[in-house]
Antibody, heavy 119, light 113 residues
Framework: EVQLLESGGGLVQPGGSLRLSCAASGVTFSSYAMTWVRQAPGKGLEWVSTISGAGYSTYNADSVKGRFTISRDSSKNTLYLQMNSLRAGDTAVYYC????????????WGQGTLVTVSS | DIVMSQSPDSLAVSLGERATINCKSSQNVLYRSNNKDSLAWYQQKPGQPPKLLIYWASTRESGVPDRFSGSGSGTDFTLTISSLQAEDVAVYYCQQYFSTPYTFGQGTKLEIK
């Protein structure tokens, strides 16, 4: 059974930084592209960042370019999202998702971690 | 960017009746390598993460009940629930994975009438 467990969310002041982690189990980690998708309170889904299975290619939404960095550590089966220069508009539940069928398709999802940016 | 638009925004259907949700993409999402449309449907129940239901516009994910079906091509797609069950109450999202930025529709809230 595939399990994705996010951690690292919390309350941070505007301009601050936070690093999210997503631990994967039950899956051959390097075979899956990994993605962060966020959902602001009461809103819809927004794609944030994707990293290929081998980690050589990354893709980011314009709204986070230059501020967020996605990475992965295959030795730890863990996905990361380094978030810098955080803004109130980044407040959301951040989900990690794994995709093995096609880049950009999200087969499995974690339960999410809440990031709140507020003073 | 490819814009995904769903209709309606909300829908109330009686138990056992058919529910239909539409999704329109602003551009064609045909993946030429397999001649299939890069369109997925997700179900999100309250307090839960989204769950993949349908991909390549009409391929049902393993374990998804066969009352869920996807259809359409080009820029117009449909998710149909043939006989609504109480556990189908959720928000449904379409998503294109043809190109980045990967984009979702705004969601359709499905309730019981």
């Amino acid at each position: 059974e595939v399990q994705l467990l996010e951690s690292g969310g919390g309350l941070v002041q505007p301009g601050g930084s936070l690093r999210l982690s997503c631990a994967a189990s039950g899956v051959t980690f390097s075979s899956y592209a990994m993605t962060w998708v966020r959902q602001a309170p009461g809103k819809g889904l927004e794609w944030v960042s994707t990293i290929s299975g081998a980690g050589y290619s990354t893709y980011n939404a314009d709204s986070v370019k230059g501020r967020f960095t996605i990475s992965r550590d295959s030795s730890k089966n863990t996905l990361y999202l380094q978030m810098n220069s955080l803004r109130a508009g980044d407040t959301a539940v951040y989900y990690c998702a794994a995709g093995g069928i096609r880049l950009g398709l999200f087969d499995f999802w974690g339960q999410g971690t809440l990031v709140t940016v507020s003073s | 960017d490819i814009v995904m638009s769903q209709s309606p925004d909300s829908l109330a259907v009686s138990l056992g009746e058919r529910a239909t949700i539409n999704c329109k993409s602003s551009q064609n999402v045909l993946y030429r390598s397999n001649n299939k449309d890069s369109l997925a449907w997700y179900q999100q129940k309250p307090g839960q993460p989204p769950k993949l239901l349908i991909y390549w516009a009409s391929t049902r994910e393993s374990g998804v009940p066969d009352r869920f079906s996807g259809s359409g091509s080009g820029t117009d797609f449909t998710l149909t629930i043939s006989s609504l069950q109480a556990e189908d109450v959720a928000v449904y999202y379409c998503q294109q994975y043809f190109s980045t930025p990967y984009t979702f529709g705004q969601g359709t809230k499905l309730e019981i009438k």
